[in-house]
């Protein structure tokens, strides 16, 4: 039959965006003649595009991980694009704050909310244990009634009560 689908790639970012496994199996193959197309997107874009493709792929199995990591790079107050994104993690088990065009910079201190988001340099394999334990500690705790309705939040809070004197 042929190739039904060409391969795409990112040439902004040099990534492929669709085609993983086609790839892999031409690879197996000794196929080395490989349809492709090549477009020219922003991360954020890209992002979106392997969210949007993962979940057609009706076979594949979803890695939890990468879904994760797209969904935190992807920054939009779109209505609809938030409603997929929602969908996407809520069927892997994730938690996904949808954006309400609320921007906690643009207030004075006096006016912000009683919330703060805190960003970590980390490596990968650290990043792979928190991301594991706080998975562990949800499902484990219940945080019904907390004033954080992040999830992640609270359960590093958990954490850092309980295990940390």
């Not at 060409?6 to 080395?32: F, K, S, Y």
């Not at 643009?106 to 988001?117: E, I, K, V, Y």
Request: hydrophobic letters at 40%.
């Amino acid at each position: 039959m042929g190739w039904v689908k060409p391969v795409i790639e990112n040439v902004r970012t040099g990534h492929l965006i669709d085609g993983h496994e086609r790839i892999w199996q031409a690879l197996q193959n000794d196929d080395a003649d490989v349809p492709y197309i090549q477009i020219d997107v922003s991360e954020e874009q890209e992002a979106e595009a392997l969210l949007f493709l993962d979940s057609v792929g009706a076979l594949a199995v979803t890695d939890v991980d990468s879904v994760e990591e797209l969904l935190q790079q992807i920054n939009t107050e779109d209505a609809n694009m938030n409603a997929f994104m929602g969908e996407l993690a809520h069927d892997a088990g994730l938690e996904y704050a949808f954006q309400d065009g609320f921007d906690f910079g643009n207030l004075p201190s006096s006016d912000r909310a009683p919330f703060q988001q805190i960003t970590f340099t980390l490596h990968d394999e650290q990043a792979k244990l928190i991301k594991d334990k706080l998975r562990q500690v949800k499902k484990e705790q219940s945080f019904i009634g907390s004033k954080n309705q992040n999830s992640n939040g609270n359960a590093l809070a958990y954490i850092c009560e309980n295990y940390v004197s």
